[in-house]
């Protein structure tokens, strides 16, 4: 990664909360660029002081390192008072806790639950906040507080890591159509795509992504921003999508189209791909590479996605040709004959593509089905068909002929035979 290719400002603006942080020192951990990583760092730094975030400060300082002057470097007395105010705070709001549930009044245990686990969520102390926010599940009174609930789990259980809780929870909180405007149903979406991408099932993920809808704007900006859901929606539909579901889906879908907007580039590609300009597509997926593996979420998926995309371009590349110059290919993929020809080898092994390479000429031969013969077969089998429709037709017909059937009399049952 160079210097200029990483805003790390731009970047981090379109984030709020702890994502903000949580991002900026995967980029510094990441990043092997000292400059992008020192700017990364201090901005971490900023944040979680600000946030008064004890957790994340010192997980900043750490990495900081003492490497930009004394201002930055671990400052135990600042941590000592943020964590005697917590501490201040944590057992006034446990107290009240206490004397709603004496009281036994549901609406004041629920927000209860609710002001220790926002407390829990802001000093970085998410199991407890996770925990917190599950309670108020049992004070939940009205379709909308057990939305909130979920958003709330939902929030916590992607920071912690838990994809299955925001998979169930998202599920739960859709099961209230009633109370889900625009905006939650939008956040729904977009919860449950990351959940599918963690969890390596792609086209659910881009299905989700592509159902978001542009009221998400920075509305969520404490998981996920808008121009995210384009580029992990793009590549997911490229890496998963057949050429018609492309076309439908992604192309022609308008909510979507305002997510490619925001990322030129992306929309960029997917019009390559589907155009068939596939070395250019690539081209613009290399280029976006390296930023792309300093996003948080998308950076164990790249490889896999990558190679699925190129994959596909070359099954497509391959379909409307008899035979193919692997010169004229190599050229088209921008890649070495040797390379291409080993990775069609692995293609035709694993039964991706019907064909056969001569290798001597750098030739590749698809294994087109005999139409001539194939046209015979369904002929015969229609005829056949046919033959056995007659014949029954003709056995039902001579039955009713000579009265060879069951009837009901009134009073009695007669079979004639």
Known sequence: ???????????????SGRTRVARLLFIAERCGVEAIQLEALRMAHDEARAREDTVLYLDAVLK??????????????????????????KEKLETELNGYRTNLIKESIRMGYNDIGDFFYAHGHLSEA????????????????IVQMCMHVILVSIELGQFAHVTNYVSKAEQTPDTLDAVIVAKLRAAAGLANLETKKYKLAARKFLETGPELGSNYSEVIAPQDVAVYGALCALASFDRS???????????????????????????DFYASRYGSCLEHLEKLKPNLLLDIHLREHLG??????????????????????????????KS??????????????????QARIDSHNKILYARHADQRNATF???LQTGNEFERDIKAMLLRANLIKHDFNQKNWPGQRKMNL
């Open 1 to 15: 990664v160079s210097a200029d290719q990483l805003d790390v400002e731009a970047y981090a603006a379109q984030y």
């Open 64 to 89: 900081i390192n003492s490497r930009l002057g004394p201002r930055y470097r671990h400052d135990q007395a600042w941590v000592d008072s943020v964590n005697r105010r917590a501490e201040q705070r």
């Open 130 to 145: 996770f925990k917190s926010y599950i309670r108020t599940r049992d004070y939940c009174t009205t379709s909308k507080h």
């Open 245 to 271: 579901e492309l076309k439908s889906k992604v192309i022609d879908n308008i909510n979507f189209r305002n997510f490619l907007e925001l990322v030129p580039e992306v929309r960029e590609l997917v019009n």
């Open 304 to 333: 896999t996605l990558y190679n699925d995309i190129r994959h596909k371009a070359i099954i497509q590349y391959t379909l409307p040709f008899i035979s193919v110059d692997l010169n004229t290919m190599a050229s088209a993929f």
């Open 336 to 353: 070495s004959v040797s390379m291409l020809e080993k990775e069609l080898a692995a293609l035709i092994t694993e039964n991706k593509i």
């Open 377 to 379: 077969q369904r002929a």
